[in-house]
């Protein structure tokens, strides 16, 4: 076992702890404390949308570590860096516990760090081996995977109670001490780890192909690939100009989802003209990447549905009765954010469970669980988790008290969903892209998460719409149960065309030979 790997393992479990820590108490702590001079009635939403605001930002900021980390300063010290400017966030919440821009600042700093370190700490772990230890890989992989979860368990059981019982400047506090330790152990390591250099530009990467085949001429053609990527970039034009009446994350983000989307047809529809100014090995790559995307697009509303367990859940349980619990002779009550602690348990126990029986009896009936069906299957469970916690808020609508426990049922589906979703889809697409793709891949995965969050956004704007209210109070539902069935019917259908969409898809096969 490479001598360095314990480094990269305690900070992961350090920065895991301290990252969940502030993340699972953020909700709670804007709605009790923060966000006191907004209107009751209109708390919740905004609690909602800085919330996912800021999770938008964790998962677009890899776009910017994973450049700076090929392109310059290499994986080491752009984690180091990106890891003070982390700290320097979580100082931030600390100690602007009453300052709403100091605090927005500190988000906005933890979301530039973690971001910027997201996608370059596992590939880090990967360059700690060779072709000498390579089998020892996977027990690390193994052991950083539990330790993310180790982290996020304890800091979701913690973190509440040290919200409750110490207040904001103790509980924001905390993770920021840990992120500290987190970078000065990943620091103390730097003499034994492997540093592989920035890689030289490629001529041949997803982005000098794309621009080729948008731009190539053909004899006697026009060029209508170039066409739609334009009209992608005037529609991205038209919603920044609405950033006065959307807000910029929303204009942003939306933005930046046309010019993928239209850019992404555009290139697809002439790609064969980059054929002679690239390899055929590098054409044949984007095609694939540019199939992987649609099942990524098709994913984002699943991310739409799981983040929302820190915002949308926490907000009901914070209405719900929390019976009288008793462990080991310790009688307690579970407060809501602490129910975000039954999401890392049952990661580690659903996936032996899906390995030794979901999967072994879906075999036994006939049906092969590819990874496409997999993950069909998880976007459906995220729908039933929310039409369960959406019949939950017309039971506490309906005037009966509730209890809390109640949730575990919705937190059971969702997480089986996520366990079928994200672990597969990593999965899915490092074998359908080629070695020479595979980080823009990664880049993509994660800015699933930020589109995934979009959407929360752009419906929680939609519901202050006059005529939106009117239409949901002449339904008899509340906005939050409305919101719930939304997303819900919104999931099951995505997944129906996730479906069909798998019936179409023809797997290949981009795992390395042995003889490479």
């Not at 549905?305 to 914070?318: C, Y």
């Not at 019949?391 to 109640?406: A, E, N, P, R, Y």
């Given at each position: ?9 305690a900070n ?14 953020l909700?709670p ?6 966000l006191?001079?907004?209107?009751q ?11 996912h ?5 964790v ?21 180091f ?6 700290v320097?966030g ?8 009453h300052?709403?821009?100091g ?6 700093l933890?979301a530039?760090?973690?971001?910027g370190i997201?996608?370059?700490?596992v590939?880090?772990?990967g360059d ?9 890989a996977?027990?690390?992989?193994d ?13 979701s ?7 409750r ?10 993770p920021g001490?840990?992120?500290a330790?987190a ?8 003499d034994?780890?492997?540093h592989?250099?920035?890689?030289a530009p490629?001529?041949?990467?997803f ?19 170039l ?7 005037v529609g991205?034009l038209a ?6 009446s959307?807000?910029?994350v929303?204009?942003?983000c939306?933005?930046?989802?046309l010019?993928?989307a239209?850019?992404g047809i555009?290139v697809a ?7 002679g ?7 044949e790559g984007?095609?694939s990447?540019?199939?992987v ?7 984002t509303?699943?991310?739409s ?14 209405s ?5 619990l ?26 032996p469970f899906?390995n030794?029986a ?5 075999r036994a009936v006939?049906?092969?669980?590819t ?10 469970l995220?729908?039933?988790?929310w039409?369960?916690?959406g ?16 949730q ?7 997480t089986?969903?996520e ?5 597969t889809g990593?999965e ?5 892209a ?14 699933a ?11 929680n704007?939609g519901?202050k ?23 819900a ?22 795992y ?5």
């Open positions: 076992m490479p001598r360095q790997i314990p480094y990269i393992i992961e479990g350090c920065e895991r702890f301290s990252f969940y820590g502030m993340r699972n108490i909700t702590f804007l709605l009790s404390t923060l006191l001079f907004i209107p009635a209109d708390r919740a939403t905004e609690a909602k949308h800085v919330f605001t800021f999770v938008i930002g998962y677009f900021f890899p776009l910017l570590g994973g450049w700076i980390a090929d392109r310059f300063w290499g994986k080491y010290k752009t984690v860096w990106f890891s003070l400017i982390y320097a979580h100082a931030c919440l600390a100690i602007f516990e300052n709403l821009e605090f927005y600042l500190g988000l906005a933890i530039f760090g973690s971001g997201k996608p370059l700490v590939s880090f772990v700690q081996f060779d072709q000498t230890n390579k089998n020892r996977k027990v690390v992989f052991a950083f995977y539990w330790i993310i979860n180790f982290g996020s368990f304890f800091a059981l913690l973190m509440p109670v040290f919200l019982d110490y207040g904001p400047a103790v509980a924001f506090g905390i001490v840990l992120m330790i970078t000065l152990v990943f620091w103390l390591g730097r034994k780890y492997v592989v250099p920035p890689a490629n001529p041949d990467s982005s000098s192909v794309a621009r080729s085949a948008l731009l190539a001429r053909a004899p006697g053609q026009a060029r209508p690939g066409s739609v990527a334009v009209i992608g970039a991205a919603s920044l100009c609405m950033t006065p959307w807000g910029f929303i204009a942003a939306t933005a930046l989802v010019l993928l239209f850019g555009g529809m002439q790609l064969e003209r980059a054929r100014a690239h390899t055929d090995a590098a054409v984007v095609r990447v540019l199939r995307l649609i099942v990524f697009a098709l994913i509303p699943f991310w549905l799981f983040d929302q367990k820190a915002s949308t859940w926490i907000v009901q349980a914070n719900m009765e929390s019976p009288l008793s462990l080991f002779g310790w009688d307690f009550r579970l407060l809501p954010a602490q129910m975000q602690a039954v999401n890392p348990i049952l990661v580690m126990l659903l996936i899906n030794f979901l999967f072994p009896l879906m006939g049906i092969t669980p990874p496409l069906r997999r993950m069909g299957l998880g976007i459906a995220s729908a039933s988790a039409v369960v916690i019949m939950i808020q017309l039971w506490m609508d309906g005037g009966d008290k509730v209890s809390i426990l109640w575990l049922l919705p937190y059971v589906l969702l089986l969903g366990v079928l979703v994200s672990a990593l899915f697409a490092y074998s359908q080629p070695a020479s793709m595979k980080g823009i891949i990664l880049s993509f995965w994660y800015l998460v930020t589109v995934g969050n979009l959407w929360v956004l752009i419906v704007s519901v719409n006059e005529v939106v209210v009117g239409w949901i109070a002449n339904s008899g539902l509340s906005a939050i149960a409305f919101q719930m069935f939304f997303f019917a919104f999931a099951a259908v995505v997944a129906a065309v996730f479906g069909l969409y798998a019936l179409r898809y023809k797997m290949v096969d981009n390395r030979s042995a003889a490479t």
